[in-house]
């Protein structure tokens, strides 16, 4: 009998063992099959954990309210801070963020033969054109749309009870198309209803098995206009890691995990300067007035496919209050930002003065 309570014991013991070395902390990713659900850690040197803190304490004495920042090299997440209000697990509002992925859903269309660059806007919205359109308004296309080069003055602003589509369309093209930045977020919009046209799914449906499963996204959510179609230009909700790991895929231009998820020639052209740029609701003829310079300035480098081309020779997207996705290919890496805040320049120059040179 003493020996048959001891090998009861014996075998509660393996058992308790078991469950304790398959339990998940609080911490630990719960696994999806086939689907990452989060990016590889590594440890930081001290050299860079030390530039960490003094980041946050000169984003803390400049009053930036950064609320979450996380860096990347070589694949792996190097540091992380949640501060502010900022949480790990809670998605944050993008703002223009949301247009980069929009980009990215044009480039799989245009993969999937939906879609090139050279359409024609009016092509998609026949029945929405105004009773004249002008030449300039039929020479737009879904390239003039990506690098913000439609011919406005002035960004389109959408009019109460008029659908969105046809509030872009009427709106007057006094530039020649293709030779004036003017930024422009229902552009965006225009490409995230030409993509529901030709999908027959609004874009964050479409991108959910093409780009956010891969990456292991969980379904998000993303405002929609009136008449049902993705904000395009914002709207967009996601986590801290879910930039990273877009930034990641964009720096390995478009590649995952060993499969091509954006079509690489479009992964790489939507990061180069494709046309001159200025910040958004500044005139190009008020740049120079603006003491904006290339050595100075992150809004007049370039703009490609729905992102901007930063000093260093970096990239990113970008979105109103600090949310950035920075993308620096010469030192591998990614810099990522949440947060609310009015001077987004002294949020990049804190990226450019205490992480950059922190980076092997």
Known sequence: MKHLINLCGLAVLLCLCCLKGNAMTPDSPKEVPGKVTTMKRAKAQSKLNAAMERYLQAASDKNLNIHSVMVLQHGKVLYEKWLNG????????????????????????????????????????????????????????????????????TEPRRKEGDTWTKTFLSWPVEHEPGTYFCYNSMGTYMLSAIVQKVTGQKVVDYLQPRLF?????????????????????????????????????????????????????????????????????MRADKVAESKLTIENSDWVQGYGYQMWRCRHNAFRADGAGGQYIIIIPEKDAVVINTAQLNDMQAEQNLVWDYILPALK
Request: one cysteine or more; aromatic letters at 6%; a negative charge.
């Open 86 to 153: 900022g949480e790990q697990n809670k998605p944050h509002i993008l703002n223009s963020v949301s247009k980069t992925f929009t980009s990215a859903a044009v480039g799989l269309a245009i993969g999937e033969g939906l879609l090139s660059l050279d359409d024609k806007l009016i092509s998609f919205f026949p029945d929405e054109l105004p009773d004249s359109p002008s030449d300039n308004l039929r020479k737009v296309t879904i390239r003039n749309l990506l690098t913000m080069n439609c011919g406005h003055d």
């Open 213 to 281: 499963d891969p990456l292991g996204i969980d379904a998000p959510h993303w405002d929609e206009s009136p008449q049902g179609i993705n904000c395009g230009g914002w709207g967009l909700y996601l986590k801290t890691e879910d930039l990273a790991k877009m930034g990641q895929l964009i720096l390995q231009k478009g590649k995952w995990k060993g499969k091509q998820v954006l079509p690489k020639d479009y992964a790489i052209e939507m990061t180069l300067k494709q046309v001159p740029c200025q910040p958004a609701g």
